[in-house]
């Protein structure tokens, strides 16, 4: 499965994971919004559509994160202007750390392993895990959670399994 990043060119370029997923050969990165391929699905924390197993098929050309900082993420968002699939991620507990231990501000490599788990990729989403001093760190907090959403099938079915950990936040 293709794993496609835009970077807005907004975070600490020590920290950064897409740079360092970028140079392992494990992503894809562009600078463009424009580059966004029509047959991906981008991730979006404002999407109302939560990602499931059922979107493998909207999957044709790659699975896509945007990096950028979460100050801004509402504007780079906006500034997206082809339709495309966006799909939301279920909540999970950041290990990143800068927000460890924070619900839902993933880093963009816990974003997008996060969707590699629940489409059924646990292996890809632990070989990109493995660049990060962190990443199993990201797997053991997440462990149970991970494990009942890559069984999901459905966006609903993943919303319920949500609820039923963090009780409809």
Not at 37 to 56: G, T
Not at 129 to 142: A, I, P, R
Not at 157 to 168: L, N, R, T
């Amino acid at each position: 499965m293709n794993v496609l990043i835009y970077h807005a060119k907004q975070c600490n370029p020590k920290a950064c994971t897409a740079t360092k997923l970028k140079k392992f050969g494990l992503a894809e990165v562009f600078y463009t919004p424009g580059k966004i391929p029509r047959d991906s699905i981008v991730l979006s924390p404002f999407s109302e559509r939560a990602l499931s197993r059922e979107d493998r098929a909207h999957l044709k050309k790659g699975l896509v994160a945007l990096d950028c900082s979460w100050k801004h993420a509402a504007e780079v968002f906006e500034n997206i202007k082809k339709p495309m699939s966006q799909r939301a991620l279920p909540l999970l507990v950041a290990a990143n750390p800068v927000n460890y231990g924070k619900i839902s501000k993933l880093s963009t490599v816990e974003a997008l392993a996060s969707a590699l788990y629940i489409l059924g990729e646990a292996e890809h989403a632990k070989r990109l895990l493995s660049k990060f001093k962190w990443g199993q760190s990201f797997v053991d907090l997440n462990k149970d959670l991970l494990e009942s959403y890559s069984k999901a099938r459905t966006g609903k079915e993943i919303i319920a399994v949500q609820d039923e950990y963090f009780g409809g936040m």
